[in-house]
């Protein structure tokens, strides 16, 4: 799959952010996308895990979990991962504000090891050395068997910008777009 | 001379030991004395010659003393004699029951029937042919020293010793098909102080390269003092390791370059830090998976899922504030959660799932769970649960425990 028909494929060998309440969705939702294994890096006081049964399918036994006790800690281990070669995807989920030093470091480790990398930050807490920045949220159906996503492509080096709003049911790495006129009709119903 | 005989014996050949001890009954008696201490059952016998000694020790034990081995072994039955269930039985058919009986026959007739094996057993229990014991070999141990004509200070020269030393312990790893899992390296300071650095492996390696470039930090935070005189690199556990064809695919270096990553992650953060994901057998969310040190453990596939579905996002349980009570077993209207607020639009469930028993967890002291898949207009879909068994005077019994995609 392309780049240029797939609008979810990340930029490979950069790192990349998102933020919003669904953004571990979505690093889940490129994590089915890539082969090789994983690595998610989360502080250690989080009380967040991700919950082995209910992963998508094929990530469970690629991921790892790395709990660094502190932000310089975190940030070291994401560049460690960064470089090291073969690793499928970096998730890290920092709690500070990314500085500019951090972010661009960061992007060469990811050139150096050909590694992509996925921060999931706060909002607004992103580095301007971010390849792009996605905002996902999710959003209510008025459909019982669907789990709508939007997500917004706010910040693009190499590209436009853009907002999708897809139907992803967490299993698998097929995603349906749901079309213009979906979306209208879903703002249209809700008045009463 | 101690050896290792069959699955649960040892035997040892005492030859000029017993009067250190006063005399052979009281060497077994020490023996027994000591192994009773330490909890073990045993059977012991002492005989003159090694299939002897078997023999008895799987009958009553005792001690045989020299010259009698023909007189005491007659007695005992001839599956003592260390031969096959399927010879004893076909001995035992044509009436030959006691090794007393089978002494006394020629031998030729025994062989042709029964295979030269019964004939060698039977000489060698009664000492007309030799057994000599073999004992085990001493572990190999994975040290190396080096000691220097003059005192040294410098990272750098620190570091060109410790390669050196790595290249010998890796060739003696190599040699006994072991790899290292932790190291330590002692520096003997002038001043009588050592210092030591200890790292720990992903997996068992023998790479000097590999392995000096995890040092690199331990090292830099040594203090030297007024210099270092000696060192000592000691790889204290070792691993099997087979040897492996160098070269071949690009996947086994991947898998090298995630073992160095989780060795360098584990060295600085703790090797308890570097975790993987195992399925476990149990309904309850907390325990239906296990997080194991990386290093340590081997991925497993999670078993193909059934039943209602599970949140990406598991979290210790949250108090939900709801507004006013909703229908009874009903997930509520509106709730707040995380001081953001919600209104349900879809909410399936219940799927209830009980305390497991023989665990006390105080977590689940509050009875069984009925867990829903909340949809709220809001968008976020939260994983809620409600303690129907909670005692009455809490009105709050919801909380949400997970989010899913």
């Known amino acids: 799959m392309s780049v240029k028909n797939d609008p979810f494929a990340l930029v490979p060998h950069r790192v990349h952010e998102a933020e919003g309440q669904g953004r571990r969705s979505f690093a889940l939702f490129q994590a089915t996308r890539r082969t090789g294994p994983l690595i998610w890096v989360l502080p250690g006081h989080a009380y967040h895990l991700p919950m082995l049964r209910g992963l998508p399918e094929g990530v469970g036994q690629r991921l790892h979990l790395v709990r660094p006790t502190n932000e310089g800690d975190l940030l070291w281990a994401v560049e460690e991962a960064l470089r090291t070669t073969g690793v499928g995807l970096i998730i890290a989920e920092p709690e500070k504000p990314l500085s500019l030093i951090a972010g661009r470091r960061l992007q060469l480790a990811a050139e150096a090891g050909r590694t992509t990398g996925l921060m999931l930050i706060r909002e607004g807490q992103g580095s301007h050395a971010a390849e792009t920045r996605w905002r996902c949220t999710p959003i209510a159906s008025e459909r019982r068997d669907s789990t709508l996503h939007r997500w917004s492509l706010k910040k693009n080096k190499k590209g436009t910008s853009g907002i999708w709003t897809v139907h992803w049911n967490g299993k698998t790495a097929s995603v349906h777009s749901v079309s213009a006129t979906g979306e209208r009709q879903c703002a249209a119903e809700t008045s009463p | ?405």
């Not at chain 2, 001995?91 to 030729?108: V, W």
């Open chain 2, 1 to 405: 001379m101690v050896a290792r005989d069959g699955p649960g014996g040892l035997i040892a050949d005492i030859s000029g030991v017993p009067h250190l001890f006063g005399g052979e009954p009281e060497l077994r008696a020490d023996l027994h004395a000591r192994l009773e201490r330490v909890g073990l059952t045993l059977s012991s016998a002492i005989a003159e010659t090694r299939g002897a000694a078997y023999a008895l020790a799987c009958h009553g034990g005792g001690i045989l003393p020299e010259g009698t081995v023909q007189d005491g072994l007659a007695r005992l039955p001839v599956s003592a004699l260390r031969i096959g269930s399927d010879v004893a039985e076909g001995l035992s058919r044509m009436g030959l029951n006691r090794i007393g009986d089978l002494a006394s026959l020629p031998r030729a007739p025994l062989a042709r029937r029964f295979g030269t094996g019964l004939v060698l057993r039977l000489d060698q229990a009664l000492g007309l042919q030799p057994e000599p014991i073999s004992p085990e070999a001493e572990a190999p141990y994975f040290g190396v020293r080096m000691t220097l004509p003059e005192p040294i200070g410098v990272q750098a020269d620190v570091m060109a010793g410790l390669r050196r030393l790595l290249d010998r312990l890796c060739a003696t790893l190599a040699g006994h098909h072991r790899g290292a899992r932790r190291l330590h390296l002692e520096l003997h300071r002038v001043d009588r102080e050592i210092a030591r650095v200890e790292i720990g492996l992903a997996r068992p390696m023998r790479d000097p390269e590999r392995i000096a470039a995890l040092f690199a930090k331990g090292v830099a935070e040594v203090d030297a003092g007024f210099g270092i005189e000696a060192m000592r690199l000691v790889a204290h556990v070792t691993e099997d390791q087979p040897p492996e064809q160098i070269g071949g695919p690009r996947i086994i270096h991947e898998d090298d370059a995630l073992a160095d990553l989780f060795s360098r992650l584990g060295n600085r953060l703790g090797f308890d830090r570097v975790l993987r994901l195992l399925p476990a057998a149990s309904l309850i969310p907390e325990r239906s998976f296990l997080i194991a040190p990386a290093a340590y453990s081997e991925a497993e596939s999670p078993p193909p899922h059934r039943g209602p579905d599970r949140p990406i996002i598991i979290f210790p349980p949250e108090l939900v504030t709801t507004k006013g009570l909703g229908q009874p077993g009903h997930p509520p209207a509106q709730f707040t959660w995380r001081r953001m607020s919600f209104n349900t639009l879809r909410a399936d469930g219940p799927e209830r799932i009980t305390p497991e028993w023989w665990f006390d967890d105080p977590a689940w002291r509050s009875g069984l769970r009925d867990y829903w898949r909340v949809e709220t207009r809001e968008g976020a879909r939260l994983w809620l649960f409600h303690t129907p068994q909670a005692p009455a005077g809490s009105t709050q019994n919801w909380f949400a425990q997970g989010e899913f995609a």
